[in-house]
């Protein structure tokens, strides 16, 4: 069973990596879709939810698309609480992954501009990364130990 969770893992990490060269493909050196032709909220409740990030259409429709992609293989399979717990915390992995994955190969940034102060977007850090990874990498640990406790 471990063994399960564990290739479960590296592929959602291998889908980080393509989910991360793909938004390097479209959004390139202008990160959280600043110059892509999309609707933005940058003001509101939604937003300061969001940690101050706007809320663009772009996000809207790519995490949707990402969501529908990890639930597609419920259409034929079996869906129970604890698949679903697990889907979510292998979600939350990728999201967080492909967000780091993102500055690691993107040529415009790399390892050597990720900290505070170089991304707009991410305001709020604790050490070496932003805040926000820590809540996911929190949330998506979560899930998967609910996965095996259901």
Known sequence: MIFHLAVYIVCAAVLA???????????????????????????????????????????IVMVTFVILIFHFPF???????????????LLFETFLLEDLFWFVFNPYFGLKRFKKGEI???????????????????????FMVLSKLV
């Open 17 to 59: 990596v393509v989910f991360a060269l793909f938004e390097i493909q479209i959004e390139g050196k202008d990160g959280w879709a600043t110059k892509l032709p999309c609707w933005r909220k940058e003001d509101g409740l939604i937003v300061k939810l969001s940690g101050g990030r706007p809320i663009t259409g772009y996000h």
């Open 75 to 89: 259409l034929f399979a079996h869906w129970t609480l604890a698949t679903e717990f697990l889907v979510l915390g």
């Open 120 to 142: 707009w977007w991410h305001t709020r850090w604790w050490g070496p990364v932003p805040s926000l990874y820590y809540y996911m990498a929190a949330v998506s640990i979560l």
